[in-house]
């Protein structure tokens, strides 16, 4: 019974029992439709509309299917948007935002976990009440910091950098920290006994350890910088700096017709979709990451 419990919140038992049963055809039939009317059937509507001419778009009754289907519409679009240098200058966006995450993310969590200054208690409140502000709070005081640095008095706005310090975020770092505690504190006095220092510790002991979490943080990291659109579109005004997101976008003012910005959209969502498809495995495992451990 004990090996049944575990398993799940019900049992097999209860399963068996009919008024369960009806519930679980009730969960199953509302997870079908989330998955499939809310969350599939728009991106698909997308791809098949960007295939449609403006005239099949606009057409009564809707038309699902476009009659025709021109593959040749994605090269034209690719290269009238030239989405080459809108991809290099999203992943280098990205790719910044998950580097910044994972290193200060993960010094912050270990330091937390594992040297444990004085405040940490203290520390871990901030944080936990900095995740209940609301990010509308923070828009001004940020885009002002980012204006004029306090340390410096330099203007960071048409650069990277403010998107890349502010991928750092205290989930991950209680995220981080949460994973080092369940790290063995005889490693690191074993460590501290062989002559290692603080960050001999961290990159000989605990980085190799924590494989895991900082590759599911640095994943999650970069696919949402791949679809970030407010803050680059505030931040950002140099046209060679411009991501995916913002230029779509941009697509409604210029002269592009309704389907080359249903294609547009198509480009925005291939990353994405790679990613997944190269890390679903770590992705869908990453829901463990973190966790308490009995």
């Not at 005081?141 to 650069?159: C, E, I, R, W």
């Not at 080359?260 to 770590?282: D, E, G, N, R």
Request: hydrophobic content about 50%; overall charge positive; glycine content about 8%.
């Amino acid at each position: 019974m004990r090996k049944q419990m575990d398993k799940g919140i019900l049992t097999d038992i209860d399963v068996k029992q009919t008024k369960y049963k009806v519930w679980y055809v009730i969960i199953i039939v509302c997870l079908i439709f989330i998955g499939v009317f809310i969350c599939l059937f728009p991106v698909i509507w997308v791809c098949l509309s960007g295939f449609k001419t403006v005239e099949e778009m606009y057409s009564i009754p809707v038309k699902i299917f476009p009659d025709h289907i021109n593959i040749s519409k994605l090269l034209t679009v690719w290269t009238e948007m030239r989405f080459y240098k809108y991809y290099l200058s999203t992943f280098i966006m990205a790719g910044g935002m998950a580097l910044f995450d994972m290193v200060i993310s993960g010094f912050a969590g270990y330091s937390l976990s594992k040297i444990r200054p004085i405040g940490t208690k203290l520390i871990l409140v901030v944080l936990f009440w900095v995740m209940l502000l609301p990010g509308t709070v923070r828009t001004v005081p940020v885009y002002m910091t980012f204006k004029n640095f306090p340390v410096g008095n330099f203007n960071m706005l048409n650069t990277y950098w403010p998107l890349w310090l502010m991928a750092v975020n205290a989930f991950d770092i209680i995220l981080f920290k949460n994973f080092f505690d369940g790290i063995s504190n005889a490693l690191v006095e074993a460590g501290r006994i062989d002559g290692a220092d603080t960050l001999r510790i961290f990159f000989r002991i605990i980085l190799p350890l924590s494989i895991p979490v900082f590759t599911v943080v640095g994943i999650f990291t970069f696919n949402g910088g791949i679809g970030q659109f407010f803050w680059p579109l505030i931040l950002l005004s140099d046209k060679d700096k411009t991501v995916l997101g913002v230029q779509i976008y941009k697509m409604k003012s210029g002269n592009f017709s309704i389907d080359y910005q249903m294609l547009a959209i198509i480009f925005s969502m291939i990353p994405q979709i790679v990613v997944f498809l190269l890390f679903q495995h770590q992705i869908m495992g990453g829901i463990n990451v973190g966790g308490v451990k009995e």
